[in-house]
Structure formats: structure tokens, C-alpha cells
């Protein structure tokens, strides 16, 4: 470390990583150093599902599908193209 330059705290990692200030980690501070330095930054997970959501809103060049989507949550939606890939393109 060099000299003069501190450490990050377990707090300002979290932040980093964009959990909410009043997120509650629980654990020793190994672990919840560890949470947070595996965790995917939670705007990131929040701007992919958004994004996903949008691309499965809209109508697609590739795509000729009879679904209803206000029918079905986003979960049902994600779930559906996860298991079945081959339904994204028109054979």
C-alpha cells in the first residue's frame, strides 16, 4: 500500500457496488467482504432486467411470436426465452 493512501471501508465497498446505505449484510468481515466483492453492482443487475425487458417489449426482425405479454409478468417472460432460445428466431 502506498503510503498515505487508506483503505477502502466494508461500507464504502458497498457503496462502490452500489448496494443502498441502509442494506444490512450479515456474516463476520471476511464474508461480508466477500459478498460484496463478488456481488454484481445492484444498478447494473437493475439496467440489465430493465434492458432485457425492453428488448421483449418491443417487436423484433427475427421474432414472429403470438404471445399476449401483458398476459404474463416479466418473470414468466425472462423464464420463457431462457428455456426456449429456438422461439426467438423464425425458422
Known sequence: MKEGIRSLTTLERSYIQTFPKDFIFEGNKTEVEQ???????VNLAKFVAMAINKYIDK?????????????YSIEDRLAYYASEPNNLLKQ
Not at 59 to 66: D, E, I, S
Request: net charge negative.
Open 35 to 41: 459478498m460484496i466483492g463478488n456481488a454484481v453492482p
Open 59 to 71: 417487436p423484433h426482425l427475427y421474432r414472429n411470436l403470438q404471445i399476449e405479454y401483458s398476459d
